[in-house]
């Protein structure tokens, strides 16, 4: 089975269910199958794509997510664009993913870089008015490419993680049992649609089920508190930095809206946490506004959902459960011995049919990630405290996990390096209530006596990358610890940043 099957199988059973909202309206089943067999058509051809590789630059809603169910209509692999990076990531992606299509929504086209790359230019805001001709395609096949997201390595630069549609299907039917998903929920969507967590977790999940799913252009907490307090959904997912936002904007409230806020919130039927580590207070402020004990889960882009604690019983603060169904985990040591005591501490190690089948035209990178009995090496330590998870953080420390993202220090530093003002430079993770980790970089300059600031280095890096990545601190050193072999000592750095 694929999410194809299933919601072919919906449209038969059920075709005026409404299912998607976003700004432009709402939209039943039929009006989204309707608007991507159209772009299957007259934007792809409506020809058989054998698992090639299609770019989607598209807004939250209708758009993105026609644009979507289209390649795969067509036995294309999606390569989802964050609307939001510069010129340079998209380019990066597009080049790296090898898509020779680019679906893009008609207002984007100023986003998308210049390069030999077919643009299908698509305005997809509402369901054709004209009957649309026949789409002689059959769905694609469980072993065939379906999706491919970006992650960052400590390499410095991202890798495409590819998806197969029966890795899909297995992902979304063990959280439609875990988290008791059925067609009568309505979540709110406020994610990036270019991540496992705001495609999979949210939007596949609700769309695969017939549950209805709204979506934002983004996250706005003056827009999203009256949305949990207006009864209309069942379901909220996000990450940490997002509920951090939301308690910061409801102490800001007056005690009316308070009060209208935290009582409309409690009826949700369930609250979900992800994609970066829940501070405990954060859980705990959150509780006592809402009533909600966020359900805490663990996942990686290659994994999909691994771990979670329970829809019904006791939740753990600062842990992620237990494995989901479907679901092995183990921990080993560094040299790979498998650890069986009832309290350790190891690198989790995972086997699951929602594995990602490999790191795109990276055979090496993509064999060095599993182990030679079949294990998944996720490069997380977890502590095992009798049968439940936690997580203890990443083995690299250049990996820095800031609101909901994962980002390559290695990258960030290549990218500060190229300041004319800048010798050397480290980047480093600093704990943050608010975004789990802020980014900061120790900076030498070329010059002893020539200052920098944080603020024009933001600017010259937002030219460069994505926000969440541009550092927030800074601190001028005359010189960076180094072990005997010239390596950056970051532990010492970090201590920096306290004098």
Excluded at 35 to 41: E, F, P, R
Excluded at 293 to 300: A, I, N, V
């Amino acid at each position: 089975m694929t999410f194809l099957d299933s919601f072919s199988d919906l449209l038969v059973d059920d075709p005026a269910r409404t299912i998607l909202r976003d700004a432009r309206g709402t939209f039943t089943v039929d009006d989204v199958y309707l608007t991507a067999k159209d772009i299957a058509l007259h934007h792809l051809g409506g020809e058989d794509l054998k698992g090639a590789p299609v770019a989607i630059m598209a807004q939250p809603g209708l758009p993105y997510v026609a644009s979507l169910l289209a390649v795969w209509l067509c036995g294309g692999m999606a390569v989802p664009l964050c609307i939001d990076h510069p010129a340079a990531e998209l380019e990066y992606a597009i080049t790296e993913s090898r898509a020779q299509i680019v679906i893009c929504q008609r207002k984007l086209l100023p986003r998308i870089p210049k390069m030999r790359v077919r643009v299908e230019e698509t305005e997809a805001m509402r369901p054709p008015q004209e009957t649309v001709m026949p789409l002689n395609l059959p769905y694609p096949k469980a072993g065939q490419n379906a999706l491919m997201l970006f992650t960052s390595g400590t390499t410095g630069k991202p890798k495409g993680v590819v998806h197969t549609h029966g890795a899909l299907y297995a992902q979304i039917t063990v959280l439609h049992k875990a988290w008791g998903w059925t067609s009568a929920d309505s979540i709110l969507h406020v994610l990036p649609l270019h991540h496992t967590h705001g495609i999979v977790n949210k939007l596949l999940c609700a769309l695969m089920i017939g549950a209805r799913c709204d979506m934002r252009a983004g996250f706005d907490a003056a827009d999203v508190w009256p949305g949990l307090a207006s009864g209309h959904y069942t379901l909220f997912m996000a990450v940490p930095t997002i509920y951090a936002k939301l308690i910061a904007h409801w102490e800001a409230a007056d005690e009316e809206k308070r009060q209208k806020w935290s009582l409309g919130a409690a009826r949700l039927r369930l609250m979900v946490s992800g994609s970066a580590a829940l501070p405990v207070p954060v859980l705990e402020k959150w509780k006592a506004i809402t009533s909600h004990t966020l359900l805490e889960r663990y996942g990686m882009t290659e994994t999909g959902m691994v771990l979670s604690n329970p829809l019904e019983g006791k939740r753990m603060p600062g842990c992620v459960g237990t494995p989901l169904p479907g679901n092995q985990v183990r921990l080993t040591t560094e040299n790979g011995e498998v650890l069986t005591d009832a309290n350790v501490q190891g690198e989790l190690q995972v086997k699951s049919p929602a594995l990602f089948k490999e790191y795109w035209h990276r055979p090496e990178e993509t064999n060095a990630a599993f182990t030679p009995d079949g294990w998944f090496k996720t490069g997380d330590m977890a502590e095992r405290l009798d049968g439940i998870y936690r997580i203890a953080g990443r083995i690299s420390i250049d990996i820095i996990k800031t609101g909901g993202y994962k980002v390559s220090a290695l990258e960030i530093e290549n990218a500060v390096l190229t300041y004319p003002k800048v010798a050397e430079c480290a980047v480093i993770g600093l704990p943050d209530e608010t975004w789990g980790e802020r980014v900061a970089v120790a900076v030498v300059t070329k010059n002893e006596n020539e200052d920098i600031s944080i603020d024009e280095l933001r600017e010259f890096l937002l030219n460069e990358m994505a926000v969440y990545k541009v550092p927030s601190r800074i601190k001028k050193v005359t010189n960076l610890p180094k072990n005997g072999m010239g390596k950056l000592l970051k532990n010492e750095i970090r201590n920096l940043f306290d004098s």
